[in-house]
C-alpha cells in the first residue's frame, strides 16, 4: 500500500486530454512537500515530467502540467499522443516516515 | 552528458549479500547527493536509501534498514549498495538516481538503467 494513491490505470484516445491524480495526506503533500512526477517505459530509465509541483525540465513537452491543492495533485496530459503510453508516478517527502521519500503506486497510461 | 551506470546485479541466494555499484559521469559527482529505488516484477517505484552528497547522512527504507548500506566513493565517482541477507522481497531492479535540491524536498533528476538482482530461495 502505498502513501500517495493513484489511480492504477487510465486510457484515452490520441488528442484528448487526461488527468492522472495522487492523493495523499496531511503528513506529505498537504504538508507543504512539493510533488514531482515521473515517466516511465518498462526497461528504461524513469524520466524526470513535473518537479517542484508545476515546473517542467528542459525538453518536456508543454502538454505536460502539474497541479497541487490540499492533500491532492494532478498530472495532466493534453493532446495524448501514442508516445504517452506509459507509468507515471508521484512523489513526494513524508514527515512521518524513515527517509521520508514517498512514490505513488503508478498509473498506467494506455492511449487508445 | 550524464551517465548513471549501474551494474553489480544478478542471482543470489537467500540470505546471501551483494553489492551494487552506480558509476556517474558527466556531472560533478561530488556535489551530488543519490538515491537508490527498486522495482520489484509487477510492482511501482520503492525508494530504497539516500546519501547526501559528502556521505555525511545516509537514511533508509524501513524494508532495508540494517541489512543495506549506501556508500559513495566521490573519488571513483561511484555509488555502492552493499546488500545484505538478501530476500525473496528484494528481487527488483535497482535504479540510482541523483538529487537536486535541499532535503526533504527537491527531486530525482537523472536515472540510470537499472540492475536486475533475482533472490532465490
Known amino acids: 500500500q502505498s502513501v500517495l494513491t493513484q489511480p492504477p490505470s487510465l486510457s484515452g484516445a490520441p488528442g484528448q486530454r487526461v488527468a492522472i491524480s495522487c492523493t495523499g495526506s496531511?503528513?506529505?503533500?498537504?504538508?507543504?512537500?512539493?510533488v514531482n512526477w515521473y515517466q516511465h517505459l518498462p526497461g528504461t530509465a524513469p524520466r524526470l515530467l513535473i518537479y517542484?509541483?508545476?515546473n517542467r525540465p528542459s525538453g518536456v513537452p508543454d502538454r505536460f502540467s502539474g497541479s497541487k491543492s490540499g492533500t491532492s495533485a494532478s498530472l495532466a496530459i493534453t493532446g495524448l499522443q501514442a508516445e504517452d503510453e506509459a507509468d507515471y508516478y508521484c512523489?513526494?517527502?513524508?514527515?512521518?516516515?524513515?527517509?521520508?521519500?514517498?512514490f505513488g503506486g503508478g498509473t498506467k497510461l494506455t492511449v487508445l | 552528458q550524464v551517465q548513471l551506470v549501474e551494474s553489480g546485479g544478478g542471482v543470489v541466494q537467500s540470505g546471501r549479500s551483494l553489492r551494487l555499484s552506480c558509476a556517474g559521469s558527466?556531472?560533478?559527482?561530488?556535489?551530488?547527493?543519490m538515491h537508490w529505488v527498486r522495482q520489484a516484477p509487477g510492482k511501482g517505484l520503492e525508494w530504497v536509501a539516500v546519501?547526501?552528497?559528502?556521505?555525511?547522512?545516509?537514511y533508509y527504507a524501513d524494508s532495508v534498514k540494517g541489512r543495506f548500506t549506501i556508500s559513495k566513493d566521490n573519488s571513483k565517482n561511484t555509488l555502492y549498495l552493499q546488500m545484505n541477507s538478501l530476500r525473496a522481497e528484494d528481487t527488483a531492479v535497482y535504479y540510482c538516481?541523483?538529487?537536486?535540491?535541499?532535503?526533504?524536498?527537491?527531486?530525482?533528476?537523472?536515472w540510470g538503467q537499472g540492475t536486475l538482482v533475482t533472490v532465490s530461495s
Open positions: 538516481a541523483t538529487h537536486y535540491g535541499n532535503y526533504p524536498s527537491g527531486f530525482f533528476d537523472y
Open positions: 558527466g556531472f560533478t559527482f561530488r556535489s551530488y547527493g
Open positions: 546519501i547526501w552528497y559528502d556521505g555525511s547522512n545516509k
Open positions: 496531511s503528513s506529505n503533500i498537504g504538508g507543504s512537500f512539493d
Open positions: 517542484g509541483n508545476n
Open positions: 512523489q513526494s517527502y513524508d514527515s512521518s516516515l524513515s527517509g521520508s521519500v514517498v
